[in-house]
T-cell receptor, first 118, second 114 residues
Framework: NAGVTQTPKFQVLKTGQSMTLQCAQDMNHEYMSWYRQDPGMGLRLIHYSVGAGITDQGEVPNGYNVSRSTTEDFPLRLLSAAPSQTSVYFC?????????????????FGPGTRLTVT | AQSVTQPDIHITVSEGASLELRCNYSYGATPYLFWYVQSPGQGLQLLLKYFSGDTLVQGIKGFEAEFKRSQSSFNLRKPSVHWSDAAEYFCAVGSSGSARQLTFGSGTQLTVLP
C-alpha cells in the first residue's frame, strides 16, 4: 500500500490564482480530511469527509472547496489564492466511520504540500 | 469545544537524558488521545494512542505516555533520548462524533545536544 499520497509537494501561486491539491489513499478508508499547519498553531482542520459524496466544514474552511466523488480521492481547491493561505497542507484518512474505538480514530497522514502564495 | 495545550514551545535535552513533554486537554467526555512526531520537512507519524484501559501506554521508538484523568494530562516520556529524536511533537485529542476531528496542540520542538 502507498498509504496517503499528496501532490504536488511544493507549489508557488500568485494572489488570485486557483489550484487543486490532490490527495489519494489506497487503504479503503471512508474518512478523509484536510489540515493546514502554520508555525506555532499546530494543525487545524479545513474540511473533512465521512464518505463518498459527503463533506463538511472544519475549523478554517473559508477560501477552500472540497468534493468526494470516490472513496480514494479527496482534492482540496483553492478558489482565489491569498497570501494568508501560505501554509503546509496535510491530508489524512482513517478507518470506516463504523469502526469503533481507537481504530476508528487513528488518522494516517500524507507527506504534505508546501504552498506559498505571493 | 475540545482543546489541547502544550505549554513548552521548545525543550532542549542532552543525549541520554530523560524526557517529558507535557500535554493538557479539555474535552467533555472520555477523550481519544494521540501523540504524533514530525521530523523536519516530513509528515506526521503516530507515536502512540489511548482511549481506555491501562493508563500507561507504550508506543514506538521507546516512547510512553501516561493518561491522568484527574489532571487532564497525557504527558509523553522517554527514559533516554537519542539524537534522532530531535523533532517536533504534537499532542492531539479526537472527538467521538462522526467528524473524527483531531484537535492538535501547538507542538513542542525538541532539540537534542550531543
Amino acid at each position: 500500500n502507498a498509504g496517503v499520497t499528496q501532490t504536488p509537494k511544493f507549489q508557488v501561486l500568485k494572489t488570485g490564482q486557483s489550484m487543486t491539491l490532490q490527495c489519494a489513499q489506497d487503504m479503503n478508508h471512508e474518512y478523509m480530511s484536510w489540515y493546514r499547519q502554520d508555525p506555532g498553531m499546530g494543525l487545524r482542520l479545513i474540511h473533512y469527509s465521512v464518505g463518498a459524496g459527503i463533506t463538511d466544514q472544519g475549523e478554517v474552511p473559508n477560501g477552500y472547496n472540497v468534493s468526494r466523488s470516490t472513496t480514494e480521492d479527496f482534492p482540496l481547491r483553492l478558489l482565489s489564492a491569498a497570501p494568508s493561505q501560505t501554509s503546509v497542507y496535510f491530508c489524512a484518512s482513517s478507518y470506516s466511520k463504523w469502526a469503533g474505538g481507537l481504530a476508528g480514530h487513528e488518522q494516517y497522514f500524507g507527506p504534505g504540500t508546501r504552498l506559498t502564495v505571493t | 469545544a475540545q482543546s489541547v495545550t502544550q505549554p513548552d514551545i521548545h525543550i532542549t535535552v542532552s543525549e541520554g537524558a530523560s524526557l517529558e513533554l507535557r500535554c493538557n486537554y479539555s474535552y467533555g467526555a472520555t477523550p481519544y488521545l494521540f501523540w504524533y512526531v514530525q521530523s523536519p520537512g516530513q509528515g506526521l507519524q503516530l507515536l502512540l494512542k489511548y482511549f481506555s484501559g491501562d493508563t500507561l501506554v507504550q508506543g514506538i521508538k521507546g516512547f510512553e505516555a501516561e493518561f491522568k484523568r484527574s489532571q487532564s494530562s497525557f504527558n509523553l516520556r522517554k527514559p533516554s533520548v537519542h539524537w534522532s529524536d530531535a523533532a517536533e511533537y504534537f499532542c492531539a485529542v479526537g472527538s467521538s462524533g462522526s467528524a473524527r476531528q483531531l484537535t492538535f496542540g501547538s507542538g513542542t520542538q525538541l532539540t537534542v545536544l550531543p
